[in-house]
C-alpha cells in the first residue's frame, strides 16, 4: 500500500534481521521431556526420589554441569570428583539412547526452519548441549538447516551468559543485534537477551512474561519471514524509545 496509507506507528515492510539463530532444546525439539527423564534416573541412582518443581525449573535449558549440581543438591549428596564423574556419565549415556531413539518436534519447528531457509536468511543452531548429544540430536533435525551450530561446551560461558549467541554471530559474521534469536526458556532468554539479539520467545515448559528485548509468541506454528521482520522492528523500536 502506500506509504500514506500505511496505519500509523507500523511499518509493513520491516527489514527482515539477516539471521535467525535458533536455540534447540524445547525450541526445536520436545527434548527438555528426555532431559528430565534422565536428571531423574540420576537422581534415583543419587538415592533422590523426584526434581522438586522448583528444581525443574533450574534446570530448564541451563548447561549440563548446572543441572547436575541441582540434583546433587536434591538428592542431599556431596558432589566429589569421582561421583560428579559417574553421574555425568550416566547423564550423557541416558540421554544420547533417548535422542538417538528420534526427538519429536516442537509445533510449526520444521516448517519455521524451512521458512526462514526460503526467505534467504542466514541461520544457526545455538545450545546450551554439548556437541556429541547435539550431533546424535541433529541426525534427526537435519544439519542443512543450518550454516553454523554452537554447543555449549564450544564456549568460554554457556547460557544465561552471551557467549553461545556471540559466538554464534560472529561465526556468520553479522553483528548479534541484526540477528533474531528464537528461545523457550528464561536462561536461553537471557542468553540471546545479553548478546543484543532481539528474542523470539516460544515459550514451553514455562511462561515467558513480555520484556523490552522480545516479543512473545505461543507457537512457531504459521511463522512467517514478515513475523520475524516485525519482532525485529518492534524490539529495536522499544530499545530506541
Ligand atoms: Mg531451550
Known sequence: MPAEE???????DAVPPAAVLFDMDGT???????WDRSLVEVLRWLGGTDLSAQARRETLGGNLRNSLAIVFREAGVVQTPELADQATRRLVGRTAEMFEGGLPWRPGALTALRTVREAGLATALVTNTGRYLTDKALVGIGVEHFDV???????????PAPDPYLRAAALLGLAPEDCVAVEDSPTGIAAAEASGATVLAVPCEVPIPPGPGRVVRPTLEGLTATDLAAAHR??????AA
Do not use: M, N
Open 6 to 12: 500505511r496505519p500509523a506507528g507500523r511499518d509493513v
Open 234 to 239: 518492534e524490539v529495536r523500536e522499544q530499545q
Open 149 to 159: 551450530t554452537v554447543c555449549g561446551d564450544e564456549v568460554p560461558r554457556g547460557k
Open 28 to 34: 526445536l525439539i520436545d527434548s527438555e521431556k528426555v
